[in-house]
């Protein structure tokens, strides 16, 4: 039987939850909220491009509307208490495993689609328009043509084509002109040729929801740093996005260690692209984002809390609506009012510049 909006709601929230969550502050921002493109929005796009995008089915019927329509969007939003959102797609991210040529075609209609859709409610909806990489040049010129519609840098598979991993000389270009842009590049989980591509069942189903998908995550980041990509690119700023936090501490602190290990004077391997810890490059060019990560909530009490922000998930079924600040009170409702006001709102606001409007 199909689940109901009714039942999702019921879920999220006990009455404990929601009495706990008159602490939390009552201006939150969510960090990654999603859209469902509507079915027909590739329909201009030949044939051939379209016939190529394998397009999963959405049971849209079980979804909020406002994952469709952003007038219900901005309703639903005031419902669950929430000042503004940052969007990414839905079915749009596995098309990030698809080939240059339906990349290219897909995403720059997709662009123009949430740009549209972010200008029904300006100061509220804010996305993030989905770059194909195959040609760094054909991504630059989008980027910047983006940024003109007022969307926020770039969405990068997060586990790129075999032929082009994230530590190679291909992606220079994009670094600087993200850099010279100052807004971040985006990499969030489903993008690229990653575990999503397959069939996942039984026993593998939780291996790859969990296990696969944090260590695609560690790789994101460890290329990224290891690489000396922020040595060379001091203004860059990447997210990683919905990835969870509680991973982090535990693994920075492990990069930390070995770095020193082995850049003492006098060891053998002393060949890095970087000439400091992990930890200092992540804290200075790296922001993460969670939605139920009660683990890496804690955490935040002594890591994290510059770094981290808070999302919804909205519409997808995982998603903590209406009940948000009822849920954000179990992940984090005994942090510091300071923090709280960094991890729901001040961090998204400063990483983007938002101008959020009442």
């Known amino acids: 039987m199909a689940m109901t909006l009714d039942d999702m709601s019921a879920r999220y929230a006990t009455d404990e939850m929601k009495e706990a969550a008159k602490s939390v502050p009552e201006f939150i921002v969510s960090s990654d909220g999603h859209v469902d493109e509507p079915p ?6 030949p044939q051939e491009i379209r ?18 329509d952003p007038a219900v969007r901005v309703k639903d939003m005031t419902l669950d208490g929430l000042a503004a959102e940052v969007l990414y797609p839905t079915f749009v991210l596995g098309l990030f495993a698809q080939e240059q040529r339906e990349q290219e075609a897909a995403f720059r209609v997709y662009n123009d689609w ?15 328009p989905c770059l194909a990489v195959y ?16 969307l926020l840098g770039g969405l990068v598979w997060q586990v790129p084509h075999p032929d082009l991993p994230l530590y190679s000389d291909h992606y220079e270009k994009l670094w600087a002109a993200a850099a010279e842009l100052g807004q971040p590049l985006h990499f969030h989980i489903l993008t690229g040729f990653n575990y999503f591509r397959f069939k996942r069942e039984g026993f593998e189903k939780i291996r ?6 944090t260590f695609d995550i560690l790789n994101t980041v460890y290329d ?47 060949d890095f692209a970087i000439t400091r810890p992990p930890s200092e490059i992540f804290n200075e060019h790296m922001w993460l984002t969670f939605m139920d990560d009660f683990a890496g909530g804690q955490a935040l009490q ?3 809390a510059d770094r981290c922000m808070w999302s919804s998930d909205y519409p997808h079924p995982n998603m903590t609506w209406p009940n948000s600040r009822a849920f954000i009170a179990r992940q984090i409702g005994n942090l510091d009012p300071e923090k709280q006001k960094k991890v729901l709102s001040q961090n998204c606001i400063d990483l ?6 009442d």
Request: hydrophobic share 40%; with cysteine; net charge neutral.
């Open 40 to 45: 027909d929005i590739f329909d201009e796009l």
């Open 51 to 68: 016939d190529a995008i394998k397009r999963p089915k959405i049971m849209l019927e079980t979804r909020p509307k406002g994952g469709v």
């Open 114 to 128: 949430i740009a549209d859709f972010c200008s029904h409610a300006p100061g509220k909806l804010f996305a993030v």
């Open 135 to 150: 040609d760094i040049d054909h991504a630059i010129k989008e980027m910047h043509r983006c940024a003109d519609m007022g």
């Open 208 to 213: 790859g929801s969990v296990n696969i998908k």
């Open 224 to 270: 990224i740093i290891f690489s000396g990509v922020f040595e060379r690119h001091p203004k860059l700023k990447v997210a990683i996005v919905e990835g969870e936090i509680g991973w982090a501490p535990f693994i920075i602190q492990q990069w930390d260690y070995y770095y020193r290990r082995n850049t003492k004077p006098g060891h053998p391997n002393t």
């Open 302 to 304: 002594y890591w994290g």
């Open 352 to 357: 983007y510049g938002l101008d959020i409007k």
